[in-house]
């Protein structure tokens, strides 16, 4: 069982240096984004999702200013240290030409140490991390759909003989065929299962947090009530600031989307100003980084079926909001889907910015206005200078029918489970 | 409850015209803008409302983005309407995200494409007759020719009987109810009027974005007119049912191959849903649209997950609960309003008829036509994520096995896969050609009659 993490390098780049990196990131888009030379993402091969991100000269919500910054971020299979080590090892001089563009980076020559160095120290902590896909490794991710895809050729194939067999024979002749193909020798054993040591600190912890919860219910009853009270009085304070989304933004951000399967997401947004709204906003995205491994572990975040990953970030000295994801189908259709299954949650998690719609006690309106939300949303969606996925082809839903399928093939089943086996294909 | 100004509206929004056996659509390009003007002037009186049912001919008019701008709107004008309707189905974007590639290729395009002369207007004429569309038409004719416009093309229609399209399948049967007709419909299908038609509250319970024009709502009563025109090879269809369903040995086998074509369409040749009744068609389910896959069919073992009706409106069935599932599909509806056009092959239109000739001369086809308030969230959103999405449903790498673009253009791969679910294991075919190809198309705006006098005094 692998487990993923969440690399975000946030950096401020250097004065008028801002156009070279974007320059560079076209150059990389042009040659082809996995097997570009500067960073040749295919390589890394604990990298699921991956992208670099130009933020540009911004101001906060009381107008100060905001340097251009560069976002680097991996989705990728834990632990950190070898991810790092493959980044360096593989990418090393390719980021380090990109990072010499940043603030504080080592003036010298090319230097591995130095370069790991800059990635772990800056590397900024996710506030909420959510993982669709399961744990699953990359490598595991492409594999178990390269078996699917083997057993269906197969029953091509063979469809004449094993056309009229009970389900149990062609089942068996099916795990037969993948025990005699040398490339898939590796499916004819299950993925391990977590160890005890991690069921017992993943329920440990989700015991530990519950009894803590039971036994301060009241006082925790008490300063929620409080806080909801105040929330109130700053929604009804702070004015309406819609965001209408320009024709030329919209049409840059659309003509990017060019994957068929699946796409990308990345939102800038100022936090409200003043320090409740920031303690609430991170209050509210950590106990979601906490409860989203138990509430959203199968594939759905609140519901939605389509998200791979997706990370919020408070950057800047809590002054803005970095939400970035990676789904399935189009932009569109994962817009709509907030609004349609999961318009509460999400909007208490986003209210905190500035221009989303209007709420009431943070559940309330907000993306209820499908049109206020749409606008907000693409409003703060910006351009992503470089975007790299491993396993393009596999959707969410995709991932998870294909680790049943390799599920299928070990353990003992009568012909009724034979054959809701076989209808996996 | 809102009131529909149907007198403002023009009809063909609220109604299709079954009893007008006869239509034509001319595709008009402005040479002349303020002859133009004078000609919509003296038009404008003979559009027909929707408050009324025509008996002697109905005349409709809808512009292109090119078309308004042609007539002079203003840029702030102009700017005011959305960004679909502003690029069109042309440009690199939407060719990828509908799917027209290989022979729906925009560049191949008779008209509306990249190659061809800009669209601007599109007149629409419907007679009872063939000899009443005629003089309908050069009527019509005689006038646009002296006021400053060209006819790039006429596109001619045919009326098929038992409201057949060319492969021999019912067509038009599941449309949305409008809400504000009034009309009861079958729970889940009734929409909310903003979804056609602008100036009503949509199923968000907002009013639609709309056009304008300094004080005054440009696209109150107005709609967003989707054409496609849609080739059918109706020899490679039964030819194809006929390879993949004949016996090694034997004879083919006509029945099978009526069972293939019907499981990729998801109803039977006269209509009759297969989720309602997988093995036979039944003359009582014809119409029948009452039904649903999530709740007695959720493992497509009658209706394939794939099949063209089941991913053109999931209904119950999207991976969510069926409440939120019919909410959803709901806000991706459109109202069909299509015609066909060429011979048919069979004068019959019975499926075995047709599959059964050796005569498929001609072009034929569908000229695709659907009504919608909000472009990218209805035409589009149908055939970008569910008509041409190869995940569809929990799928690996199907499209649309009946209008679906399987074109890759990095694979130089022109087939699809069509799946059938069954008890067990599945049948799989995996050389599904494209049967249908895009020949023309563009995005109108159809305004409403007070709108239609202001474009032409502008």
């Given at each position: 069982m692998t487990s993923h993490g969440a690399l975000s390098v946030v950096v401020n780049i250097k004065p008028r240096q801002e156009q070279l990196l974007i320059d560079t990131f076209k150059q990389m888009e042009k040659v082809e984004v996995d097997t570009n030379?500067?960073?040749?993402?295919?390589?890394?091969?604990?990298?699921h999702f991956a992208r670099f991100v130009v933020l540009q000269k911004d101001e906060d919500a009381k107008g100060h200013a905001i340097p251009a910054r560069l976002v680097f971020t991996t989705n990728y299979d834990l632990p950190l240290e070898n991810h790092l080590q493959q980044l360096v090892q593989i990418a090393g001089e390719g980021l380090w030409q990109i990072f010499?563009?940043?603030?504080?980076?080592?003036?010298?020559?090319?230097n591995p140490e130095s370069l790991y160095g800059y990635l772990q120290a800056n590397n900024q902590q996710t506030e909420t991390f959510y993982v669709?896909?399961?744990?699953?490794s990359v490598d595991q991710v492409e594999k178990e759909n390269e078996l699917r895809t083997a057993i269906e050729t197969f029953i091509d194939q063979e469809e004449h003989s094993l056309k009229g067999e009970k389900p149990g024979v062609v089942r068996n002749k099916i795990i037969e065929f993948v025990s005699k193909r040398p490339d898939l020798?590796?499916?004819?054993?299950?993925?391990?299962?977590?160890s005890m040591g991690w069921m017992t600190s993943f329920y440990g912890k989700m015991i530990g947090v519950i009894l803590l919860t039971l036994l301060f219910s009241p006082l925790i009853l008490l300063l929620v009530i409080v806080w909801m009270l105040i929330m109130l009085v700053h929604e009804l304070r702070e004015a309406d600031e819609p965001d209408p989304v320009t024709k030329e933004h919209a049409r840059e951000l659309i003509a990017r989307e060019t994957g068929v399967v699946q796409t990308q997401f990345s939102a800038l947004g100022n936090i409200k100003p003043g320090k409740f709204r920031l303690l609430t906003m991170l209050f509210l995205l950590r106990m979601t980084n906490f409860l989203a491994p138990y509430?959203?572990?199968?594939?759905?975040l609140s519901g939605i079926p389509t998200v791979h990953f997706a990370r919020w970030l408070i950057i800047n000295d809590g002054k803005q909001m970095l939400f970035l994801s990676n789904f399935d189908g189009n932009s569109e259709g994962y817009l709509r889907d907030f609004i349609h299954i999961a318009a509460k949650q999400l909007t208490l998690m986003f209210?905190?910015?500035?221009?989303?719609p209007k709420t009431r006690l943070m559940v309330f309106g907000g993306a209820k206005d499908a049109k206020g939300f749409m606008d907000w949303a693409r409003n703060k969606q910006i351009v992503t200078n470089i975007w790299y996925s491993a396993?393009?082809?596999?959707t969410v839903s995709n991932i998870f029918h294909n680790s049943k399928v390799r599920d299928g093939l070990y353990k003992e089943m009568n012909e009724a489970e034979a054959c809701k086996w076989l209808q996996l294909f | 409850m809102e009131q529909l100004e149907t007198k403002d509206i023009q009809g063909v929004i609220i109604r299709?015209?079954?009893?007008?056996h006869a239509a034509c659509f001319s595709v008009l390009t402005i040479t002349d803008p303020s002859a133009a003007k004078k000609w919509i002037r003296a038009l404008s009186p003979q559009v027909t409302g929707g408050h009324i049912k025509p008996v002697d001919n109905a005349l409709h008019i809808a512009f292109t983005f090119d078309g308004l701008k042609s007539l002079g709107l203003n840029k702030e004008t102009l700017n005011s309407f959305p960004l679909e309707f502003e690029d069109g189905m042309t440009t690199r974007h939407k060719q990828q995200f509908l799917g027209d590639?290989?022979?729906?290729d925009p560049v191949n395009w008779?008209?509306?494409?990249?190659?061809n002369e800009p669209v601007h207007i599109l007149l629409m004429m419907y007679a009872p007759d063939a000899q009443a569309l005629i003089s309908f038409y050069e009527k019509q004719k005689s006038a646009w020719t002296v006021s400053g416009m060209t006819e790039l093309l006429e596109l001619k229609t045919t009326v098929l009987p038992a409201r057949k399209e060319h492969f021999g399948f019912h067509d038009g049967i599941a449309q949305p109810i409008i809400k504000g007709l009034k009309k009861t419909g079958v729970e889940g299908n009734t929409v909310a009027t903003g979804e056609f038609i602008l100036g009503y509250k949509n199923e968000y319970g907002q009013y639609p974005a709309t056009p304008q024009s300094g004080n005054l709502d440009?696209?109150?009563?107005g709609s967003y007119l989707v054409f496609r025109q849609l080739q059918q090879d109706v020899e490679s269809f039964w030819r194809y049912m006929d390879d993949s369903t004949r016996?090694?040995?034997g004879e083919r086998d006509e029945k099978e191959m009526l069972r293939l074509a019907s499981k990729m369409l998801g109803?039977?040749?006269?209509?009759?849903?297969l989720v309602l009744s997988p093995d036979n068609q039944r003359p009582d389910l014809k119409?029948?649209?009452?039904?649903?896959?999530?709740?007695?069919d959720a493992d497509g073992m009658?209706?394939?997950?794939?099949a063209h009706v089941r991913r053109s409106n999931p209904r119950y069935a999207l991976d969510t609960d069926p409440r939120t599932s019919v909410a959803i599909a709901n806000k991706h509806r459109i109202l069909r309003r299509g015609r066909s056009y060429g011979t048919?092959?069979?004068?019959?239109?019975r499926a075995e008829d047709i599959l059964k000739s050796t005569d498929y001369e001609g072009d034929r086809g569908l000229h695709f036509l659907c009504f919608n308030a909000d472009i990218g969230r209805q035409f589009e959103f149908i055939q970008n994520a569910?008509?041409?999405?190869?995940?569809?449903?929990?799928?690996y790498d199907e499209r649309d096995?009946?209008?679906?673009?399987?074109?890759?253009p990095e694979e130089n791969k022109t087939t699809g896969t069509f799946t059938i679910q069954r008890p067990g294991l599945r049948m799989r075919y995996?050389?599904?050609?494209?049967?249908v190809s895009v020949k023309g198309g563009a995005y109108f705006f159809m305004p409403g009659l007070k709108a239609l006098s202001h474009l032409s005094s502008i």
């Open positions: 030379h500067l960073v040749p993402f295919r390589l890394i091969t604990t990298i010499s563009s940043c603030e504080y980076f080592p003036a010298s020559s090319y669709g896909r399961g744990n699953r020798a590796w499916a004819t054993t299950p993925d391990p299962a977590p509430l959203f572990s199968k594939g759905k209210c905190h910015t500035v221009g989303y396993n393009k082809d596999v | 299709g015209y079954a009893h007008f590639f290989g022979t729906s008779i008209w509306g494409g990249k190659t440009l696209g109150k009563n016996p090694t040995d109803r039977w040749p006269n209509g009759t849903p119409e029948a649209d009452n039904f649903d896959y999530h709740a007695s009658k209706c394939p997950f794939g048919p092959v069979a004068p019959s239109m569910w008509i041409n999405n190869p995940k569809f449903g929990g799928l096995p009946l209008t679906g673009n399987h074109h890759r995996n050389d599904v050609p494209e049967f």
